[in-house]
C-alpha cells in the first residue's frame, strides 16, 4: 500500500527506486517501534504509515542533500518520522474523554 504513494506524477518520482528500497528494508522495524509506543497493531501500521508519507514528501531534500547517499542518515531521518507520528497518536489518545457505555449514563441518571 506505501508504493502506492509513489507514482510518476509526484514530484519525488525520481526518487522511487530509493523510496522502495528504504521502504522493503524498513517496514517491519517501523512497525515495531511503533507498537512498542502505541500498544495497538493498527495504530502502529498507521504511524509507520503516516511516517513513511512525510519521508515520501520530504525525499527531494533528504536524497539531494549532502548526505543523501549516507545510509544512516536516511535511516535517521525515517525512524524520525514515525516517531513523530506514533506521538500525535498518543497524544490525541490522551486526549480523548473516556468511552462511557449508555447503561452507565442510564445507571449514573437513576442515582441521582
Not at 15 to 34: D, N
Not at 48 to 70: L, R, V, W, Y
Not at 86 to 110: F, G, N, Q, T, Y
Request: contains cysteine; aromatic residues 8%; charged residues 35%.
Amino acid at each position: 500500500m506505501w508504493i502506492l504513494l509513489v507514482g510518476p506524477s509526484d514530484s519525488v518520482s525520481k526518487y522511487t527506486e530509493k523510496i522502495i528500497g528504504v521502504h522493503k528494508r524498513y517496514k517491519s522495524a517501523l512497525i515495531r517501534v511503533a507498537y512498542r509506543m502505541l500498544k495497538d497493531q493498527q495504530d502502529a501500521e498507521d504511524a509507520a504509515m503516516t511516517g513513511m508519507q512525510k519521508f515520501i514528501e520530504n525525499a527531494d531534500e533528504i536524497f539531494s542533500g549532502p548526505n543523501g547517499d549516507d545510509e544512516d542518515f536516511i535511516r535517521h531521518k525515517i525512524f524520525d518520522y514515525v516517531h513523530d507520528s506514533a506521538r500525535l497518536i498518543v497524544r490525541k489518545k490522551k486526549r480523548r474523554p473516556p468511552i462511557i457505555s449508555i447503561e452507565d449514563c442510564e445507571h449514573r441518571s437513576e442515582e441521582r
